[in-house]
């Protein structure tokens, strides 16, 4: 009795493990139908790519790390001391060309505000005398001479005035309030920001740096033993543990022409475009380069290694002609990389295979 009353209980668990089971993994990824065609639900889950020929190569993997683009990279320091009024910009802030970041008050700016308004007052002073001087030279109770002194000290109040301001605008002061202006030399995003108000910062010191992100390099390593296989030009591929299963194109902007005596590398820098930015610069990535296998025939039918699946020691491929005539093929891999896997027979130029979630439709070929 009890174990006729165990057996159905044990049986109910079984079903309801089974059933929770079954409901986890639809909420993952929709199984293919029971007669083994593709649902409209499940083909959205799936990729499928063409077999081409492709040159057979090995793949380089070094270590780098994403920097600024420094063509467009601008450290912003204060070239005069003082105390820091006001920074209108937080980090990651896109800025534009001329935009004001940071107010100083320093006394250089006051000085030079001072001289400006003495000048200036001067200025005024002179004229008026200039101005009585050739009403009385009219009625013959000034001389020619006394005019020409005066008009000479005009100019060279005017020539100090201009002098004075020229100096402020390389400051980027204001001569009414004594501020010193920081403005973006380029549009970019504020990348670093060590600066806040009431902050007193002397000549020199780094405030804020502005980078543009649309494009950014990659710092490379390269060991002596790799060296021969990185040019100038050569293309590679950039992936990122970020972004698992992606990569991002660029190509081999410069190679350095010295070694690095203390890491023991030789630098390169690639340039890459960093589409919706991101891509961020510290981020350590690996750097693809191709290199051509020896012995090997120059192009071979080459199957993207997503979609590669290994059952009992042997590597099989999903084949897909439409939505309902799936088959799975077993290949053999001649050569590698960590891009394609290259084979010979099993599947001919212009197959189509699957190359996500490929493993269900595998299990439901292989168990149907």
């Not at 013959?140 to 001479?145: E, F, H, I, L, V």
Request: net charge negative.
């Amino acid at each position: 009795m009890k174990g006729n009353f165990l057996m159905p209980l044990t049986l109910l668990s079984i079903c309801l493990l089974w059933s929770c089971q079954s409901t986890k993994n639809e909420e993952q990824v929709t199984p293919p139908t029971k007669g083994f065609c593709l649902s409209a639900d499940f083909k959205n889950q799936i990729k499928i790519d063409s077999i081409q020929k492709r040159a057979v190569f090995e793949q380089i993997a070094l270590n780098g790390v994403i920097q600024y683009d420094q063509d467009e990279f601008a450290a912003l320091k204060s070239p005069i001391p003082g105390i820091v009024q006001s920074v209108s910009v937080k980090m990651g802030d896109y800025v534009e060309k001329g935009q004001i970041l940071v107010s100083l008050k320093g006394t250089s700016v006051n000085d030079l505000g001072k001289e400006l308004r003495e000048l200036e007052n001067s200025k005024r002073l002179v004229e008026s005398k200039l101005a009585s001087l050739r009403s009385l030279l009219k009625d013959g109770m000034a001389s020619q001479r006394e005019l020409e002194e005066m008009e000479s000290e005009l100019k060279a109040t005017q020539i100090g005035i201009r002098h004075v301001k020229a100096n402020m605008n390389l400051l980027n002061g204001s001569s009414e309030n004594g501020l010193f202006y920081i403005r973006a030399p380029k549009a970019g995003y504020i990348v670093d920001k060590k600066v806040s108000p009431g902050m007193t910062v002397g000549d020199d010191a780094e405030l804020l740096s502005v980078s543009k992100l649309n494009e950014v390099w990659v710092s490379v390593n390269i060991y002596a033993n790799n060296l021969p296989f990185v040019k100038n030009g050569a293309p590679v591929k950039i992936t990122t543990l970020a972004y698992k299963g992606e990569s991002f194109d660029g190509y081999i902007d410069q190679v350095a022409n010295f070694f690095d005596p203390e890491e023991r590398v030789v630098k390169a820098r690639v340039k890459l475009l960093n589409k919706d930015l991101r891509l961020k610069p510290g981020m350590s990535v690996d750097v693809l380069v191709e290199k051509a296998v020896s012995g090997q025939e120059q192009q071979m039918l080459a199957i993207p290694k997503d979609a590669i699946i290994l059952h009992n020691n042997q590597n099989f491929v999903v084949l897909y002609k439409n939505d309902c005539d799936l088959s799975v093929k077993p290949v053999d891999i001649v050569a590698e990389n960590e891009t394609y896997a290259f084979v010979k027979t099993g599947i001919a130029e212009g197959d189509q295979v699957l190359t996500e979630n490929e493993l269900i439709v595998f299990d439901e070929l292989i168990n149907r």
